[in-house]
């Protein structure tokens, strides 16, 4: 049996004190909320859509957001664990984190299988996430033009996007 250390989920979990790192372009821009400020935007926007906002809920978004990296569903589960003092199953925090995506207080980054929480709750538009080969790091970047533009793409091709994912891979600027 192998057996993983786990961080403690009261403090920043990863390589950065930054939870991830965010750029806005001028076409869309947004005041990001952090700590307190962003779990009480995401339990805002989740309980405005009708959802309850539980106390397991509320511990799963909680270590999430001290993840400064996409973190996988099992190292969410193993830090929510240690932080309710019980062992919570890994499909309890799929299920929750299936709910946080679909109610966008979260985002899942496909191709490394891992989430992080959305930094602006409140909105809705596609993402781009710019993932770090080497260090997992990843930045957010809004730019609504180059996801509209993509969509038109597809739209012109009789293509209907149900979900868009927009992912780029390389190496971010402290690695490159």
């Known amino acids: 049996m192998v057996t993983r250390q786990v961080p403690d989920p009261r403090v920043a979990i990863g ?64 830090a929510v664990s240690q932080a309710v003092g019980r062992r919570v199953t890994a499909n309890t925090v799929y299920r929750i984190l299936d709910l946080f995506v679909g109610g966008n207080i979260a985002a899942r980054v496909e191709s490394s299988n891992a989430y ?6 409140g909105c809705r538009h596609d993402c781009i996430f710019l993932v770090c080969d080497r260090c997992g790091n990843t930045s957010h970047v809004d730019d609504d033009r180059i996801a509209t533009d993509i969509r038109a793409a597809a739209d012109k091709t009789g293509f ?8 780029m891979r390389g190496l971010c600027g402290e690695c490159a």
């Open 15 to 78: 390589r950065k004190s930054d939870h991830i790192a965010r750029v806005s372009t001028a076409a869309h821009q947004h005041r990001l909320p952090a700590g307190d400020a962003l779990a009480t935007a995401a339990q805002s926007v989740f309980e405005r859509a009708g959802d309850q906002w539980t106390n397991l809920r509320a511990t799963v978004f909680d270590v999430l957001m001290r993840f400064d990296r996409p973190a996988s569903a099992y190292e969410i589960t193993e």
């Open 116 to 121: 992080i929480v959305n930094a602006h709750p």
């Open 160 to 167: 209907k996007t149900l979900r868009a994912v927009l992912e």
